[in-house]
């Protein structure tokens, strides 16, 4: 017994015209609202953190951070420090 397949020379093209064209309204406006809420944190962090205070106490909070960590972090707080000293005098000329 042979089985035969019968090409009709059309083939099913899939909907190009969108690339969501297969995802439910809902789920975009979720994702949508999701970003826009993302990006405000994230523009409020950035404002914040700007702050002449924020700047000002950065080293002195890294240096409190680092007292009670475990020795081998050290050097990573070393660093950080040091980076932020001179950050805050850049900030400041």
């Known amino acids: ?5 019968i090409s009709t020379g059309r083939r099913a093209r899939p909907d190009t015209t969108t690339p969501f064209a297969g995802l439910h309204v809902g789920v975009i406006r979720r994702v949508e609202v999701l970003r826009l809420v993302f990006g405000l944190v994230w523009a409020i962090g950035a ?12 080293a ?6 680092a007292s009670g960590q475990p020795g081998w972090l050290r050097p990573w707080f070393v660093f950080w420090r040091i980076s932020s000293s001179s950050i805050r005098t850049c900030s400041h000329t």
């Open 47 to 58: 404002y914040l953190k700007w702050q002449p205070a924020f700047i000002d106490d950065y």
């Open 1 to 5: 017994m042979s089985t035969r397949t």
């Open 60 to 65: 002195k909070d890294v240096a409190e951070g």
